[in-house]
């Protein structure tokens, strides 16, 4: 959780995601953008880091762990 969660929301939805207020996040803009998931990475103790990922990243992942 961010403090406060609108940083948060803010950054996903309007900076990367370029979304209007009120408009639906879809896979169909996702694959536009070329994305389809985050990566949140744990820094130290306090500290997190979140990038996006591109698209099939997460799928990729999830096959390289089985």
């Known amino acids: 959780m961010t403090n406060p969660n609108k940083a948060l929301s ?18 169909e803009k996702l694959d ?7 990566m949140i990475i744990k820094t130290d103790s306090e500290n997190y880091k979140i990038d996006i990922m591109k698209t ?9 762990s089985n």
């Open 56 to 64: 099939d990243a997460y799928d990729k992942f999830c096959q390289d």
């Open 32 to 38: 536009k953008l070329g994305f389809d998931s985050v």
């Open 10 to 27: 803010d950054w996903l939805l309007r900076r990367v995601l370029q979304l209007s207020e009120g408009e639906l996040a879809t896979i």
